[in-house]
């Protein structure tokens, strides 16, 4: 491996880690309506689990009401069951053709909770990138060590991944820094 391939394969490591970082935050629920809520649900259709998008169309109409169209009637039951049983707690009310999921308004106390848990996420994003860090500039260590590189090589080289690492951890901070707003917004 030389060093444009480490710095290469720790640029795309560290873009899956804040990809991750922006999916775990995408699931924590504001006080908006976001399809995306509903992503982690799950329902039996034909025996089989499948997301629940695969077997409804999913809107929100309103800022605070999400709406779920199933594609066959009879499904109606089985997805409102794996809304109650989801950890969301959200009450579906269906008029036999669609499911309205009514947001509620979050209080002070819970925004702060899921504030507390945006710096969790965002923090295990940081902790994932400079992990990558790490194994790059081993892997670099060795290519020196094995006198495959110079000394100044090295240091340009270490200096460059972590410029890559700066450049990711700000986009996990900016992302912090949007879905708290976005969660302390009344």
Known sequence: MNIKE???????????AVDNTRSELSKIRTGKASPALLDTIRVSYYGSMVPLKQVAGI????????TIQPWEKNMIGEIEKAILKSDLGLNPANDGTLIRLPIPQLTEERRKDLVRLCHK???????????VRRDA?????????NNDISED???????????????YTAEVDELLKK???EIMEV
Request: aromatic share 2%; no cysteine; net charge positive.
């Open 121 to 131: 996420l965002a923090e295990e994003g940081r902790i994932a990138i400079r992990n």
């Open 153 to 167: 090589q090295f240091h340009t080289a270490t200096d460059e991944v972590q410029k890559i690492t700066d450049t």
């Open 6 to 16: 480490i710095q290469k394969d720790a640029d795309v490591r560290m873009r899956k």
């Open 179 to 181: 879905k708290e707003e």
């Open 59 to 66: 809107n929100t109409p309103e800022p605070r009401l999400i």
């Open 137 to 145: 500039n081993d892997k670099l260590k060795k290519l020196e060590k």
